[in-house]
Nanobody, 127 residues
Framework: EVQLVESGGGSVQAGGSLRLSCLVS??????????IGWYRQAPGNECELVAD???????KYGDSVKGRFTISQDSAKNTVSLEMNTMKSEDTAVYYC???????????????????WGTGTQVTVSS
């Protein structure tokens, strides 16, 4: 059984930092590379990519977080982390960890038709 467990969400003031972690168990990719990513969705907004990392270490970031957020993985601990710095009020959302064979492009997250998802963790940035 694949399980993704997020931790580290909470509230922070604008300009501050938070670190999210995703503990992944039971997941193996059916394709030549696997993707573990963070996605977020705020009320009234579509699901958007925050950051993604492949098993080879290749990363991709959403335009709105480039230069502020950093994704990393610890294969020995089966954990993918998201370091969020210089946070803004527009970073407020529910953040989801996703494991799968590709990036997810869709309107709503989570979407169990596309990979495996955690239950989400709320991040609130106050200005």
């Amino acid at each position: 059984e694949v399980q993704l467990v997020e931790s580290g969400g909470g509230s922070v003031q604008a300009g501050g930092s938070l670190r999210l972690s995703c503990l992944v168990s039971g997941f193996t990719s059916d394709f030549y590379e696997s993707h573990i990513g963070w996605y977020r969705q705020a009320p009234g907004n579509e699901c958007e990519l925050v950051a993604d990392i492949t098993d080879s270490g290749r990363t991709k970031y959403g335009d709105s977080v480039k230069g502020r957020f950093t994704i990393s993985q610890d294969s020995a601990k089966n954990t993918v982390s998201l370091e969020m710095n210089t946070m803004k009020s527009e970073d407020t959302a529910v953040y989801y960890c996703k494991a799968g064979n590709s990036l997810y492009i869709g309107g709503t997250c989570p979407n169990s038709d596309f990979g495996y998802w955690g239950t989400g963790t709320q991040v609130t940035v106050s200005s």
